[in-house]
């Protein structure tokens, strides 16, 4: 299969840019998204989400299932709303890693499936530079993206800080959790308290009532010995830890409840609110002033917590970093990200990734698109 | 009648048919690479045949029972391929393509009952009991195919019904549990045979099923249960 040539007006349709359709299975979203160039054209999108909430947490088994029911209707549902053939499309782009490992197996078996029976070139995509690459569809940035680039990434599976210098073929992985991601944290502590899954919005909003300087919760990976200095940077200077907040958190609803006291609910969801928030936000902003970053993008589905998107304003603010946050629908798992990267990989004259390659659970974000295997 | 099949639930197979010609076949015996094969297997199968898509009279898959990932990745690509090319898509459970190939083989007594077990990992076989043809072929224009009696089951192979023949994997797995049917201990459902069991039905007005996975068990998930209060 050949590459799109994206400056040829016969395999672009005459219209701008590359008309790419994208497919996403790395957790529990089934995404099929389809862009022109930097025009979104759809983003179609089904969750599993309903069935893990008894669980308290995503279940992989549970979202390979649903993969595997929803991609051919959510592939249509996406052309329809697009008003698209799959003649017309020019390339497909799938999330190879990272993600669930059986539930990215039905993606790119049936991206693999699609580039078979169309004939059209497939492009194997990191899922975590496709929550960047978004940022090139829906208005996000009006001029493409800005030079002097990172991008604060926080979801349920996901908690990364990255440095893009070219969105197709050098991005940086700064740092990252090395337990839990924050939105597992938010889930198991949500869990602790009661309070239902996903623990993001429960918790986010009873924190409005709590006093968040409550309970001073640990912040992981902030003691000297990981941090050093810019000089000298510690082995976690970026890096995250949550999995000791969880347990602080236990451990504090039990004192209050072996006292015999009421379990100030509120007071601790704002404190672990804070502690998650107030770590993730300083950590990212010194790596940016670090790495001469100017311009934040942030995504993934924590997005939309709002005392993070706060704080962050905040602070990048004061340290003279533009932050950019993408529409909520954009910034959750989908497959316009994946459309959206793949529609730079072709105008950056990518080569397309064959039909032989596996899926990565724990791909590196250096590997932006796989090569031929 | 030209068929293109997927089998996923053991090995990774792929076979094209013209009416009972098997005109290409492909076999990956790596049970876990099938999202990675299956693919250029179907792509290398038609074009070396000459064959487009939207030629075929149906793709056909096995809908299990089998290991998960590798079923899904086998039943993800039948339909994406079948809704493309907007041919007909038919499901055929795995174990008839076993069923089938040892009543051909004319090893099974006529009229006689066995069963089929394949691999379940985790120490457990899926398997279904049959019934062989009664062997009056001369007046049919094709073979008759096996009946299936009970199943499909997932379960320890000590717990297999007693005193019938096994056709199947699960033979060669556990020796001590079951008589294995001559040359078919480590028989695995193959494409080809899951191929001539549809087209059989087809030509029989026989309705096949859809291609909804025969998993036979839960996911693993467990509802958390509620969290000990601690008491002063
Ligand atoms: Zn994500």
Redesign the interface.
Known sequence: MNAVDPGNPATTGGAPGPLILGIESSCDETGVGIVRGTELLTNTVSSSMDEHV???GV?P??A??A??EA??PT??AALDDAGVT?DEIDAIAVTAGPGL??AL??G???A???????GKPLYAINHLVAHVGVGMVGGTFAGGLPPNLGALLVSGGHTEILRVGNIASDVELLGSTIDDAAGEAYDKTA??L?LGYPGGPAIDRLAREGNPKAIRFPRGLSQPKYMGTAEEPGPHRYDWSFSGLKTAVARS???Y????LEVPVADIAASFQEAVVDIITSKAVLACREHGITNLLLGGGVAANRRLRELTAERCAAAGITLTVPAPSLCTDNGAMVAALGAQIVLDGGRPSG?????NPSLPVTSIVLPEG | MLLLALDTSAAATVALLRDDDIVARFGSADTR????????A??RILADAGVA?ADLDAVVAGVGPGP??GL??????????A???GVPLHGVMSLDALAFDAAASGTLPAGSDFLVGTDARRGEVYWAAYRSPSGDTEQREQPELPELLDGPHVGPAAGLPKGLPLVGRAAGLYPDNVDAVGGFASADPDAASLGRVARLRLLAGEALQDTS?L?LRE??????GP?K????
Do not use: C, N
């Open positions: 008894r669980f308290g279940i088994e549970i390979s299932r993969h595997l991609f051919v592939l249509q799959l490992s059986g197996m039905v790119v078996a049936a693999k499936a699609l580039a078979v029976a169309t869990r602790i009661g609803v039990e004192q409840e072996a006292a015999g039909i032989a390659f596996g899926t | 690479s099938h999202a990675e094969v299956l693919a250029p179907v792509q898509g998960f990932t899904r990745a086998g039943l993800v690509t039948a339909r994406t391929l809704f493309v090319w996975p998993y996911s693993d998930a467990k509802v958390p969290r209060r601690a008491t002063a």
